[in-house]
């Protein structure tokens, strides 16, 4: 190799990190600070004795956040791939010890360790990606192989959204879902197999809907609230209410009304929702401009990765967090029905946070080594 | 090339995917935001925003003196609302606690529950309110109320009426003019939550209450609390059913007082009636005043002209018309001061049924006067084409007519101040914004009583009545008094006929009678023994009269003694002394010191009873029955009855627990247990009585 040829290679690789990623996570984690505040002290004030409740404990998660962050950008991520096999087993044996820990709200979510409670089915999404990005990438792996798809993952992957449909988290069973297939998709699986896959799903959904009428009257509720969101239920009639009221400006930071008692979870799944009254269309438009130039890199570091293991890792992360946004916004928008899915950053909570800082964190660690095409 | 085409296209998909996704979105976001802005805005402030009622302070009232009569005070009210099953527990311990009930029956009780509103006590005493304030008991709280307050209490209560819980008239005035007293209630626009807590009161949208109307009554409440004393007393001291009493400034048609006393009468404090304006009744002679006015207004008056008046007895159409004492030739102006029904009788046929009707029609009488208080009786006055020269007589002296104490007051009010029926009124007027008292209401006549006289002989007559004729008690050394009295039978509703010994008692009158102020009426309902006008309400009228011109100093008038010392009124009654304990012996002498004369039961021993009670007016030279137990005799002696009242015979055999059967009326003729027998407690008696001729 000469050194001409070194140095053109060295001038392909990039060696520093994507400002405008990093940027444009501040930027959202900071403006998620505003509005957690925002939507969330009088509520904590009433129920909790004090206006910062929330926020303080926001806050505290964001600095973990963002050493978490840090940490994995430090980390060389292809020499700790093959951990992601054990991990995946400590997340699974996580997703058990839920059902030890009581309920909150009706659901086994939360790992309660003192002060602090985490949501395993996050962590299992992220190591799923984390697996999935280093296993599919082996090259000695025939994704055109049906049976090669099926074992391993099918059991390893079955059993966690089992447990999770368990716990129970539909939002977060129809994220991961989405978020392996997108992999598999992009990892080199053949459309047969993902039309042979879906049909029949598809099918024995649109039986059990349609044929036994179950949750088939919230079904065409729900489509009566797309085309009028103020005849869906309460939460969806709220939500269409609370952006209406923004209208363009806002109502300016804080003057929301809708945030007192009469939209539901202001401050965490209809986070959005809260944000449009208060910045208006304008602000929201802000807001998605920056979750966009985030998928949009996202898209862009996966594309330029040496190799396929950090593509499918890039992808998966990217393909992720847009799962999320999209659901989250398609619910607030009253375009989808409701799941309880948090928004990436904005919303209050800390392992959505941590999460969604992590994979920021493998955004940034990936974009050091990228190569221009 | 990194990566495969196949890689490369993929992702383009997903990109596509991606950027689609943010256009639904953005689109979406316009749909709400902009295009369902104002509609949905509109609801979302509808349901953040509310509006609070601000009560308006309720009119004050206040009397023709500026006495403030009714007013309001902040009072506390305790109400539960419990936010959550904690509150409610700890809401419902409290309460069990506080108002000593079974554990947990207050909360079925109030059926108090979570997020209801529940009153538990409006009104709280000063005590209460302020130990409840002191606590704090969650889900419990205290409102608080403006409440009506009477500052005389029950003095002229029967005016005012009452108010509500919720400060709306419920009688009386209150009732009558609730509206005007009201005023308009404001609001307050206020932002609330979904939990339905209130934050914030928008200053910009307030509107503020309408205070009620303050109004100024034409009563005095000094006149008020003269005449309930008096009429109390009256009905106490005459024994009678009930009394009522209405006076008007006679040169206003001001009511100065209004007012109604019955003992049996329960709540004083939430009067429902004001009987001087609801009840009507038969005036009886007093109503001769009005006869001699259209006697008058006819022309046909010869002051020296006499009139037989039949020695007390007149037939008449198949009637006898009778006079209480007999009288030969009398002038107009002694039928008058005498209380002659067959002289009056008389000049009325001379004068035309039709003319007589349209005047007393005139004076007010057989219709409503309007004078702004609920419940008013319009009287009866039969049309004349009826009228007979019987029915003419009967009319002329009070007979088969009914007027209401008003109606009578107000028709002498016109004959005092020289013939302008005016309407008697209530409100004197209003205080305006500046806080000045505006007068609403200045001498509204009705119309003229008389058109072709004048009525100063008439008011000269009555004058007369007082000096010299049937009301000479009525006479008064402090201020001199014009009038007429009146004593008719109660009729008997239930048989069609009269009670034989059941009276109305009136004297209506005027004072000063020379330049006269005040116009009113007295009556009593029954009063027992002593049943005539002039002396059962005429002294009421005379006490009344007298206290209201020491008051008012300007009405005090010393009258000329214009009559001989020997037509002096000579008092005829007494009050009945207090004998029980006294020695029959010692008793004997308290009776002849009062001028009256005892039947007892036995010649000797200790008085146990009389009849009747003390205090209560009698005649002189009246008898009264006592009960004596004689010493080593425990039973009771059945006394002579033969020739006592009806009532006074009763009395005793209710006493003594003697049953009885009466057969007629009047007074006892005979018994069947015979003088000085013993009683025993199932003795029965039965008692004959004849009506004395």
């Known amino acids: ?373 | 090339m990194t990566r495969t085409r196949q890689e490369r296209i993929r992702l383009g998909v997903i990109f596509i995917l991606v950027i689609l996704f943010f256009a639904a979105a953005v689109a979406r976001l316009i749909h709400l935001q902009v295009y369902e802005h104002d509609r949905y805005s509109s609801i979302v402030e509808k349901q953040s925003s509310g509006r609070v009622s601000i009560p308006a302070e309720r009119g004050l009232i206040y009397d023709r003196n500026g006495r403030l009569v009714a007013k309001n005070v902040i009072g506390s009210s305790l109400y539960a609302y419990p936010s959550d099953d904690a509150q409610l527990r700890a809401a419902g311990a409290f309460l069990d606690k506080y108002l000593h009930l079974t554990p947990g029956e207050a909360i079925t009780k109030y059926k108090l529950d979570v997020d209801r509103f529940r009153w538990i006590k409006r009104r709280l005493n000063d005590a209460e309110a302020k130990q409840l304030e002191k606590m704090t008991v969650p889900g419990l709280y205290l409102r608080y109320e403006s409440q009506r307050e009477y500052p005389f209490g029950t003095v002229g209560k029967q005016i005012l009426g009452f108010t509500d819980i919720d400060n709306i008239g419920q009688s009386g005035f209150e009732l009558y003019y609730d509206s005007l007293l009201t005023g308009k209630n404001g609001f307050a626009d206020i932002r609330r939550d979904g939990l339905n807590k209130t934050y914030r009161i928008k200053e910009e949208a307030l509107v503020k209450p309408l205070a009620g109307n303050s109004l100024v009554l034409t009563v005095d409440w000094r006149m008020q609390d003269i005449v309930e004393e008096e009429l109390r007393k009256a009905v106490d001291t005459f024994g009678a059913q009930r009394g009522m009493a209405v006076f008007v400034d006679c040169n206003t048609g001001d009511i100065v007082s209004i007012a109604h006393y019955d003992p049996s009468d329960e709540d004083r404090e939430k009067p429902t009636k004001l009987r001087a304006l609801n009840d009507q009744f038969e005036p009886g002679s007093v109503f001769k005043v009005f006869t001699a006015a259209g006697v008058f207004d006819a022309g046909i008056v010869d002051f020296n002209r006499r009139m037989d008046c039949e020695n007390g007895a007149w037939r008449l159409k198949g009637h006898t018309l009778h006079d209480d004492k007999k009288h030969g030739m009398l002038t107009f102006r002694e039928i008058i001061e005498l209380s002659s029904n067959i002289g009056i009788a008389k000049w009325a046929i001379e004068v035309d049924g039709d003319d007589m009707f349209k005047v007393y029609k005139r004076f007010g009488f057989g219709k409503r006067l309007r004078c702004g208080l609920p419940g008013e009786a319009s009287g009866r006055l039969v049309p004349p084409g009826k009228w007979s020269d019987y029915n003419i007589a009967a009319a002329a002296m009070g007979h088969s007519i009914a007027v209401t104490p008003l109606q009578l007051a107000s028709a002498m009010a016109a004959v005092a101040n020289g013939g302008d029926l005016l309407r008697p009124h209530v409100i004197l007027g209003h205080v305006d914004a500046e806080g000045r008292v505006r007068r609403d209401i200045d001498r509204p006549v009705i119309n003229r009583v008389v058109q072709n006289a004048s009525l100063d002989s008439l008011k000269a007559f009555l004058r007369g009545v007082v000096e010299r004729g049937t009301a000479k008690v009525v006479n008064s050394e402090v201020v001199s008094i014009a009038g007429k009295t009146g004593t008719a039978q109660l009729p008997d509703t239930v048989n069609k006929v009269y009670f034989q010994n059941k009276f109305v008692a009136t004297f209506a009158g005027f004072f000063p009678a020379e330049n006269p102020t005040i116009a009113g009426a007295v009556i009593l309902i029954d009063p027992q023994p002593i049943h005539y006008g002039g002396l059962t309400s005429g002294p009421a009228f005379r006490r009344i009269a007298e206290r209201y011109a020491l008051v008012n100093a300007g009405l005090l008038s010393f009258p000329e003694k214009s009559f001989d010392e020997k037509d002096r009124p000579t008092d005829s009654t007494t009050t009945a002394p207090n004998l029980v304990g006294a020695s029959q012996e010692f008793a004997q002498e308290l009776a002849e010191e009062r001028g009256v004369a005892l039947r007892t039961t036995a010649a000797e021993g200790t008085v146990v009873w009389q009849y009747p009670p003390p205090g209560r007016m009698v005649y002189k030279g009246d008898e009264m029955l006592v009960a004596v137990s004689q010493p080593g005799d425990s039973v009771m002696r059945m006394p002579d009855m033969t020739g006592l009242g009806l009532r006074k015979a009763s009395a005793f055999l209710n006493f003594a627990h003697v049953r009885y059967a009466v057969k007629g009326t009047g007074r006892v003729v005979s018994q069947s247990i015979k003088p000085g027998d013993s009683l025993a407690n199932d003795s029965t008696c039965l008692v004959e009585c004849e009506q004395p001729l």
């Open chain 1, 1 to 373: 190799m000469g050194r001409a040829r070194v140095k053109r290679l060295r001038a392909r690789v990039k060696q520093r990190f994507d400002e405008g990623l990093l940027f444009s996570y501040l930027a959202l984690l900071a403006f998620g600070l505003v509005m957690v505040y925002s939507t969330s002290s009088i509520m904590a004030a009433g129920r909790f004795g004090s206006h910062l409740y929330f926020i303080r404990n926001q806050a505290m998660w964001a600095v973990i956040s963002l050493i978490a962050m840090y940490v994995i950008y430090k980390l060389d991520l292809r020499k700790l791939a093959a951990l992601s096999v054990p991990a995946l087993f400590v997340t699974l044996i996580m997703l058990l010890v839920v059902f030890a820990m009581p309920a909150r709200n009706g659901s086994h979510r939360w790992l309660i360790l003192g002060p602090v409670s985490i949501q395993p089915s996050e962590l299992f999404k992220l190591i799923t990606i984390y697996y999935l990005a280093f296993s599919l990438s082996n090259p000695k792996r025939d994704l055109t192989d049906i049976k090669q798809l099926l074992i391993p993952y099918a059991p390893l992957i079955g059993t966690g959204l089992g447990l999770i449909i368990l716990e129970p988290n539909l939002g977060m069973v129809i994220l991961i879902t989405l978020t392996v297939l997108g992999m598999f998709f992009l990892a080199g699986m053949r459309l047969k197999h993902i039309v042979t896959a879906a049909a029949p799903l598809i099918g024995v959904a649109s039986i059990v809907v349609f044929a036994f009428g179950y949750k088939r009257d919230r079904i065409l509720s729900h489509i009566d609230a797309i085309i009028d969101p103020l005849q869906g239920s309460y939460h969806v009639k709220q939500s269409a209410l609370t952006l209406g009221s923004g209208g363009w400006l806002g109502t300016g930071l804080g003057e929301g009304r809708q945030k007192l008692f009469f939209l539901p979870y202001p401050h965490t799944d209809f986070v959005f929702s809260a944000t449009g009254e208060e910045i208006g269309l304008i602000g929201l438009c802000v807001i998605l401009a920056l979750f966009f130039f985030i998928l949009y890199r996202g898209i862009k570091i996966a594309s330029s990765q040496p190799d396929k293991f950090g593509f499918l890792l890039a992808f998966g992360i990217t393909w992720t967090l847009f799962i999320n946004i999209a659901v989250n916004i398609g619910v607030v928008t009253v375009i989808l029905p409701v799941t309880g899915l948090p928004l990436p950053l904005l919303s209050y909570g800390g392992s959505s946070l941590l999460v969604s800082s992590v994979a920021i964190g493998i955004l940034l660690n990936l974009s050091k080594r990228t190569v221009t095409p």
